[in-house]
Structures are given as C-alpha cells and as structure tokens.
C-alpha cells in the first residue's frame, strides 16, 4: 500500500519551452531528508513545529504509514529479497505497535506541557507530511528516484506518481511578463488577449497581488490548512515577508515569464542589461533566476527591492 499522493496545482510553460510545475504532495515523513538533497525544486512543508498534536494525531493515528515493501536486512542500501511468512507477520505487528505507542507517548508529552515541537518527534515515522513543490528541472530527481535499485521504495514510488502527473498534466502558455502562481486561478479570455488573474471569489488581482496570495498559499503549508480568500492570504502574506526576519521560501514558487531566456552570443554577456531578478546564465546562454530557468523567481524579485540590516 502507498500513501503517496501527487497533485498538480499548476503547470506553466513560456514560449522558449521552459516548464515550470507545482505539486502539492503528501508523502512518508521518513523520506522527507532525501527529498531535501534536491535543491533544484523549491521546497514548502508541513512543520511539526506548527500543527497541533490533536491535529497530527487525528490524521495518522487510526492509519499510521507503513512500508511500500518490508524488505530483508542485508548488506548496502536497498533490500534485493522481502521478508515472507512469520518474519513479515511479526515485523508488521513490531511496526504497528511502535506506531500505537508513539501516538500515546506523544499525547502524553502534549498533556503535560510539551511543545508541539518536541511533542510530535517521536510520531514522524509514523505520519505522512504535506508539502508543495515547484521546480523548472525535475530531470535529476525523476532520474535518480525512479530507481529500485538503488533508491527506498517509497521514494521510487513518488517519484512515479510525480512523472505520472506531470505526463497527464497540459501546461498553461505564458507570455512574458505573464505569471505561474499557485492556487491563483488564471484565465486567458482570447488567444490575443493577456492573462487575468482571480481571487476565490472571481475578482480580478494585479499581478503583485497574484504572487503575494500564491506565495502566502504556499506557506500555509506549514500549518496543513489553506485559506485562499483574498483576506486571510493577504494577512498571511504580511507576516511572512513584512517582519524584521522575512520568510522567503513560499515566494520560491512563483514565476515570471522572462522576456529573453536565452543569450545568443555570450560575449554580449552583459548583467546590466538583464531584466530585474535574472541571476546568472549558464554555459548554454540560457538565463536563470535562482534555481527557475526562463522565469524571473519571485523570491529575487522581494530581495532585490528589500533592505536587510
């Protein structure tokens, strides 16, 4: 059984052919570490330092995540042979009850005081995670996790669910200056006419209001729950990025279509002349910002125009 699941939130493309895709996945908060090692995608997710243990509890005790495969012990990091018979029905059962007592443990700790933050340690094995993701290069992570052979079952299984969406997925053609933002909804009225973009309740949003709600959705990640009404975003946006310490990460997800992805000639390599939030070019001549090619990152766009003391 998999307690994988991968959602496409949007699926963007500029007219030079660079893709930019958002998932909202939720997955085994065990494997969670070596999806970090991929600092090609932008990384939102749930924080045990952030949802209440009632929460936590709520979502996995009854159902506590197990395995993809029990396989055997032996030497190296994968397990070529799986446990069969009494070995598998007592690993299970191990399994089940260090998850039982993990999930009172954890309320114990809650009860008497403990934080959250320590409180819900002792439940990660046993609990899935939410997290959001976005990315211009998927290659690498859907290359080296679509893998048995060498990497943990459960991560070649995301990785699968992940290529499977994306195959299944038509992205959106955006012009430059045009925006992927997720969980803003975007409509083209003509195939002449520029992007609109829409709050819940279908009212029109600027385009900076677009990234600010896109970005502030993105990070409500972190507490599990999603308010995208224009207010409760709006409000989430400012605590974010309005402080004394800005939490830039949700603003990772949004891109702006570049108005020019690629150089023709890298010895007119002039950085001057780059449109804002463009960062550096590559061998190729093609344009990045950060980690997003052919899209102006968000999150360059906010450091570029703020002061840090």
Not at 64 to 71: A, E, L
Not at 80 to 108: H, M, Q, T
Not at 194 to 208: A, C, F, I, K, M
Not at 273 to 295: I, T
């Amino acid at each position: 059984m998999s307690f994988n699941s991968v959602q496409v939130i949007q699926d963007s493309i500029n007219l030079s052919g660079n893709r930019i895709t958002t998932y909202e996945i939720e997955t085994y908060r065990y494997i969670w570490a070596e999806v970090l090692t991929h600092k090609m995608l932008n990384k939102n997710a749930q924080s045990s330092r952030a949802v209440p243990v009632k929460s936590v509890l709520s979502i996995n005790e009854s159902d506590p995540v197990t395995p993809i495969v029990w396989g055997k012990n032996q030497g190296g990091m994968s397990a070529s042979e799986v446990l069969e018979g009494v070995e598998l029905e007592s690993a299970k059962a191990l399994w089940a009850e260090a998850a039982k007592n993990a999930f009172i443990f954890s309320k114990r700790l809650s009860d008497i005081g403990l934080h959250k933050m320590w409180s819900n340690r002792i439940t990660e094995p046993f609990s899935r995670i939410k997290v959001v993701m976005t990315g211009t290069e998927w290659d690498n992570f859907e290359w080296l996790r679509d893998d048995p052979e060498a990497a943990q079952p459960e991560i070649v299984d995301l990785a699968r669910k992940i290529k499977e969406a994306k195959a299944n997925s038509v992205p959106f053609e955006l012009r430059a200056g045009e925006a992927h933002v997720p969980y803003v909804t975007r409509i083209r009225q003509d195939p002449k006419s520029q992007v609109q973009y829409l709050d819940t309740n279908g009212n029109e949003l600027s385009l900076e209001d677009a990234l600010k709600i896109s970005a502030s959705c993105c990070g409500q990640v972190s507490y599990r729950k999603l308010d995208e009404s224009f207010e409760k975003a709006m409000g989430i946006y400012n605590r974010l990025f309005d402080g004394p310490k800005p939490h830039f990460s949700p603003a990772e997800h949004q891109g702006i279509a570049m108005k020019v992805t690629k150089l023709q000639h890298l010895s007119v390599f002039n950085p001057e002349v780059w449109e804002e939030g463009v960062s550096h070019v590559d061998r190729e001549g093609c344009l990045w910002s950060a980690n997003l090619k052919g899209f102006v990152q968000h999150r360059k766009l906010l450091e570029n125009r703020m002061s840090f003391n």
